[in-house]
Every structure is written in C-alpha cells, then in structure tokens.
C-alpha cells in the first residue's frame, strides 16, 4: 500500500495535484505500466506523459526504499538499547537516505576504532571534561587517568586517547558532517594524477596524467573516464577542498575558548577532519559523482536508443541481406516481405576475376529469381567495397542498395534467440539475416539484441548495470508500445516487451498462432493460455491486427472503447469503416456527447485522431543516404574535405560521425555549430543525416576529427582516377574487367519493382 506522505512529497516536488499522482499510483500498484497508463488512463491522470509517470513510479521506489531503511535502523536502535523518544522522531523525520544515515552514525555497530579502545581503557570521562571546555587543566585531569595495566602509560598516552574520543564525536556530529559535505560538494577539487611507472601503458589516460577541476563542473563523461583508469591502477584520484576551510568549520563548531582544554580540542578537531572526516566526505563525493555520472551516461544512452530504435523502417520489401568479407568471402540471404529467410549463399566478389564475376552473376540471378527490391550491406570490414560492388552490378539507379549499421548483428548471430530461429544455419548467415531485417524494421530486429551491445553512448560498462538495464528496457517498452505491433507477423522477443506481457505470455502467443493460425481480432486473444483479462486489457490496445474481423483492430483503439466509436458510428447512420475512410463524416462527430465518467474528451481526442490515421506508424519515412562514392578508407580523406556523414552516437563531449570509412569521425561539441552548444543532443540525434568537414585525420590511433561548423574553403572530395590498363587493382577496390578499366561481367540487372519502392517512400 502507498504511503500516503509519499504522494504529498512528489506532488511538491513535481509540482502536480495529489490526485493526479495518487491515480498513478494506484494504477502501478495494480499492476498497470507505464505506457498504458500514459496512453488510456489520461483522464484519472490528467494527460501525464511516459515520462511524468516514470517519474512517479521511480521516486515512490527511492522513497519507500528509504522507508524501508528506515523501519531497519528503527529496529537496530530499539534492539541496542538506543531509542529514544527524541531519537525515533529524528528517524521518522528524515526526508533523505544521507540525513538518515548521519542520524544512525554514532549508534550503529562499528568495527573496533581507536575511539573504542580509548573507551575500553576508561578514558571517556576524561574525554567529556576536556570536551566541555570549562577552563580545566587537561594535564592535570589527565593524571588520573595514568594506568599501566590499561596500556596508558603516560600523560600524553591519556590527552591522546581522550582526542581520538573527541575526534570521534566531531566526525559523528550531523551538524559538522552537513556543513562539511555542503564544503566538499561546493568547492572540493578532483585530481588525477598517472601512476608512477604506467606512462606508457595508460598512454589513453594521458590527458588525465596531471588534470584537476572542480567536482561541481567535471562533466559525467571525464569523471568515468578518471574512474576507469583508476580502476585499471593507471591513474590515482583524490578529492577535496582546501583543508583550511573545513577544519575552520569544525573549530567554529566546537572550540569554545583559548584555553589549554580547547588546545585539545583544536587538536582533536584537525584529527577528525584529516583522518575521519575528510575520508568520509571524499567517500561520499565519489558515491554522488558516480551516480550523477552514472545517470548522465545513461541518459545519453537512453535517448540515442531511443532515437536508434526509432529509425525509419524500410517497410515489407522483399530484401538481400549482404554481410560483407574479404577472405571469407560475403554471405547473402534473400527475405521475404515478412523477413522469412528464403535463400543462402557465399559469393566471393574481391577474390580473383574470375570469383569476381561469378559473385556478379550470382548476385543477378539471385535479385530475379526472389524478385528483390532493396539491397541491405553490413557497414562492418568491406562494407563499403562490397556496396560499390554490388551497385555496379545491378544499377543502384533501378535498385536502392543501402549500407546499414551491423552493430551488435554479431551479439545476436550467436545468441540462443537465433541459435532458436535458425538452427541449421552457421553465424555468418545469420548474421546476414539480421542485417537485411534491420533495414525493414529496426525496431524489430534490435529488440532481440541487449540493448547494452549497440554501442550508442558512453562508458556503458562502467555504470550501474542493474540501473542501465532497467533505463533501456524502459526506452525499449515505450518504443515498442508507442509504434504498435503487429501480433501475426511479431517475434516473441518483440512480443515480450509489449505492455502487459513478458516472456511467457509472448511464448504462448506464438504457439498459439503457430497451432490456428493468423489471429481474426483482437478478442482471440483472450484464448491464449493464461492471458487473463489484465493482461488483455493491458496489451490490447498496442496489439495491432491487421485485415481482421474489426477495422479498429489495426488501430490504436482499445477494445474498452470500442462501444464509444460503434454509438458514434450508429448516430451518423453509417459503418465503423465509413467513419475511418471518410473525413467529412469524421467531421460532423461533436466529442462532447460521448463524454461519460470513466471517457472524456482526452480519450475521445485520440480516438478520432486514431480514426483519421489507423494504426499510423510514428516513425519518419524511410529515405535512401549514400556515402561519397569517392571515400572508403581512412587514407582517402583529407583535411577540408566536405562529406555526407550519418551520426552514430551522441555523447556529451559531442557527436560521432560514420562517412563511410569503417572508422567513425568525432565532432567535438565545439565543432558541432556556429553558436554555443551546452548539450550535443539539442542539435544532433543518432541517425540523423549531416554534412560534415574533415578537420583532422590520425591514422597511426585511427582518428578522425570532423567538424559541422562552416568554414571557407571546403573542398568536396575529389574524383578517384581509374586504373591505369593492364594494372591489377588494389583489394580494396571493386572488381575490373581485365585490362578495360570497365566492371566485369554483362550489363547491371534492372530492378522491375524500383517504381513501387519509389511510390511506396513517397507515401
């Protein structure tokens, strides 16, 4: 059950009713998601998107986790002896797990400190007269306290245990620990500094060799690198403020005169501070900075996925799937338009001429015979020969052949989801396989990757995984449910993230298919075994059934709505499928009659919205890119070259560029535009198209630095000369006819379905 502070708590902080987030809440406990509830529950919540309601969901965890802590400390102070009326009500009124804990601290069970010796030795009386600071003489107090067979031999051995007890009740003081964290979070100072001895070996880190700043500016992406290095004992770290400052606080606190007793407790001061304190607070500040950094990271992760998995879709095509190699060879597969594999094969087109022109011949057949309309190549090694290869042999002109993003294909040729899907085919024809579905539908096929595998952001693997992990399946959820999905063609991988199911559910309604056939309607699936109504309720209306029993089953119409749309329907005289295909009468409905308790005008909206377009796919329509036909390698490239480029990635330091050279290019985000960016995701996003100007080329470390800024002077890159005659090619350059400077084999092949792929972008 929900704790009712908690709703007041995050309305103040979001600044939204009680009652909105009381709904959600509600909605979480009995089992909704988070994109049903943003997308058919909009009147209980007043329209709060994926994104507010995330929120919600994610800090009623935080806070019943610190509830949790909570009742924990609770029981530990009650079974010690410690609890206090005073003392619960502390407890109960800390709002934060840090507030919490500096509560907790001076009675939780601890290890064995120089304090507690001290103590054992009898010495906290001594500790407390000096501590009160009453004008007393410490060594005369102190006289007392000296007992050989308690191991305080002298005067000093007592002063100095009494200063490690005083030392320890400063470190343990709320007041000091706030004041002193507020220090350390404001003006404390990360220093790296290289390992003597690890120059050479963490030559990548040599930037952070001698590099400080001030934790509150470092940007996520520097603190993970300094962590990662440090983790590999190239760099050491230390973080803090200047001492002065905070030993100041502590005096201002606790010294209470100029007497030989507050001397001692100056002493004891300066002792909590170096040998408590600090490493206390520099403990905290590193936890904070890693989960800032860690937040961050996986923020930048989480939007280029996004954007990743929401590229545009080719569409049913009937399509070749081409994972390109040298040696091995290239495997091509033909697919179907519902990405069935039809047919393998391994040509061989930068071996010798005469492999050259058999893989020419091979490649035409193969295009006629499956009647193929779109071309898909691996961007990985001979990518961009195996493109040029393939577009000399069948015209690109007639037939679009289109470089695609292999990353993370390897990850899933070997995986047990394709081991599952293909059982008799090797990793390399899989491997092709995904890549030709890739260019149908993106979303698709990446659902069946780990999300972490993509590679689209930064330090991926040096933040908190369980939180990554639960980031990106976020993303992949909302994605999924926000294109829809249509149920007889989906993957049980694709299924799995629909809302309300999981892989057991998704299972079950593949079997299900595979043992009638094609669902009719959306009601079919309620005799799916174990889909019980919450869960039909809560997938339904994302489950798209094309071409069945009812129109609005392709939509995104629940079926909870679909009396509204049929009472609709029946005022105006005519049919559900007449309100879809006809504007004129969608016009004449007034929303405002159909508004009901439990329906109002948000839902109503969205129905006709829905109705105007069934089933509308959100994604941008798929557009052909090609790279500049004159650059494959990194040797070609030249600084002030202007090329075609398509973003990769989009860090915080700024953006990677892939134009078509097998290593990506770095826009820093001083170069990404004219003006001042503060965030390179406010003027770059992962697929989008760019023209970029070549700055840098480092070929001994393989980099590239590119920059969207104009400049005069830009050069497109120049026009590559032809073989000389009779000269034999280099490996890296598509086959020529012996001696002729022409390709080899007979004419490209004409592609009969280009006008329909045409057509079919224009819509």
């Known amino acids: 059950m929900t704790n009712r502070s908690h709703i007041g708590t995050i309305s103040a902080e979001m600044n939204l009713e009680a009652a909105r987030i009381d709904a959600v809440a509600q909605l979480l406990a009995d ?18 998107d994926e994104v507010a309601v995330a929120t919600i969901r994610d800090r009623l965890t935080q806070l019943q986790d610190l509830d949790s802590r909570r009742e924990t400390i609770l029981g530990s102070l009650e079974q010690h002896g410690h609890l206090t009326d005073e003392l619960k009500d502390q407890v109960l009124a800390a709002g934060t797990m840090t507030e919490l804990e500096d509560i907790y601290l001076p009675y939780r069970p601890k290890r064995r400190t120089r304090a507690t010796i001290a103590r054992e030795k009898g010495l906290e009386p001594l500790a407390t007269a000096i501590f009160e600071q009453a004008g007393s003489d410490p060594e005369a107090l102190a006289a007392d306290y000296v007992d050989a067979e308690k191991d305080v031999a002298t005067i000093e051995d007592a002063l100095a245990g009494a200063r490690d007890i005083i030392a320890e009740t400063i470190n343990e003081d709320q007041q000091a620990r706030s004041r002193v964290r507020d220090l350390f979070f404001e003006k404390a100072v990360i220093r790296s500094q290289v390992v003597a001895g690890k120059e050479t070996e963490g030559a990548k880190y040599k930037d952070y060799f001698e590099w400080s700043e001030p934790v509150s500016t470092a940007p996520s992406h520097r603190i993970l690198a300094m962590r990662r290095g440090e983790k590999e004992d190239i760099l050491s770290l230390s973080i803090a403020p200047e001492a002065e400052p905070a030993i100041a606080i502590l005096e201002t606190l606790f010294i209470k005169g100029d ?9 004891a001061a300066q002792d909590a501070y170096k040998r408590l304190l600090s490493r206390s607070m520099e403990t905290e500040v590193r936890v904070s900075l890693k989960e800032h950094a860690d937040a961050e990271a996986i923020r930048v992760f989480a939007d280029n996925l996004r954007q990743l998995l929401l590229a545009s879709p080719l569409g049913a095509k009937r399509v070749m799937g081409i994972d390109p190699g040298y040696r091995t060879g290239c495997k091509i597969v033909c697919l179907d338009r519902q990405g069935k594999l039809l047919h393998n094969d391994t040509i061989y087109p930068h071996g010798s001429e005469r492999q050259a022109e058999a893989a020419a011949q091979t490649v035409r057949n193969l295009c006629q015979k499956f009647a193929i309309e779109a071309v898909a190549v691996g961007n990985g090694t001979a990518g961009r020969e195996t493109q040029a290869f393939v577009e000399k042999t069948i015209d690109a002109k007639t037939l679009p052949v289109i470089m ?6 390897s990850i899933y040729s070997a995986s047990e989801i394709a081991r599952q899907e293909f059982p008799d085919y090797d990793l390399t024809v899989r491997g092709a396989v995904s890549i030709g579905r890739r260019l149908m539908d993106p979303l698709s096929e990446l659902v069946k990757i780990d999300a972490k595998s993509i590679g689209v952001g930064q330090y991926q693997h040096d933040v908190d995984q369980f939180a990554l992990k639960s980031a990106l399946d976020d993303v992949v959820v909302s994605c999924v449910n926000g294109v829809g999905v249509a149920v007889n063609q989906a993957s049980v991988q694709l299924l799995t993230y629909v809302s309300g199911l999981g892989p057991k559910l998704a299972k079950n309604i593949v079997a299900y298919r595979d043992e009638n056939g094609a669902f009719a309607s959306r009601d079919t699936l309620k005799k799916v075994k174990r889909l019980g109504p919450k869960a039909f309720e809560q997938c339904a209306g994302f489950l798209r059934v094309k071409n069945g029993d009812n129109p609005l089953d392709a939509s995104a119409v629940h079926p909870e709505s679909y009396a509204v749309v049929q009472r609709m329907a029946d005022d105006l005289g005519c049919t559900v499928a007449d309100l879809i295909n006809d504007a004129g009468l969608r016009k004449k409905i007034d929303l405002k009659r159909y508004v009901t308790d439990s329906v109002g005008l948000p839902t109503l909206t969205d129905i006709l919205e829905e109705l105007a377009k069934p089933g509308r796919d959100p994604r941008e329509p798929f557009e052909h890119f090609a790279f500049d036909e004159n650059v494959a390698t ?19 330091f700024g953006a990677f560029v892939d134009v078509g050279v097998h290593q990506d290019g770095l826009v820093h985000i001083s170069e990404l535009c004219d003006r001042f960016v503060k965030n390179p995701a406010d003027v770059v996003s992962v697929q989008q198209k760019v023209t970029v100007s070549v700055l840098e080329v480092d070929l001994p470390r393989k980099r590239i630095s590119l920059s969207m800024r104009s400049r005069p002077g830009e050069k497109p890159a120049p026009k590559k000369k032809a073989a000389p005659a ?15 400077g022409k390709p080899a084999g007979p004419k490209p092949f004409n592609n009969p379905f280009a006008e329909a792929f045409k057509n079919a972008n224009r819509r």
């Open 726 to 740: 009779g000269k034999k090619r280099p490996a890296d350059r598509a086959p020529r006819g012996k001696g002729s």
């Open 259 to 267: 007497g030989p007793d507050s001397g001692q407790v100056r002493l």
């Open 31 to 48: 089992g909704a998601t988070v994109p049903f509830i943003s997308r058919y529950r909009k009147e209980a919540t007043g329209s709060l």
């Open 404 to 409: 695609v993003n292999e990353s993370g294909a």
């Open 634 to 652: 990194i040797q070609d490239l030249q600084p002030g070259m202007k090329l075609p480029g398509i973003v990769t990635n989009v860090t915080n």
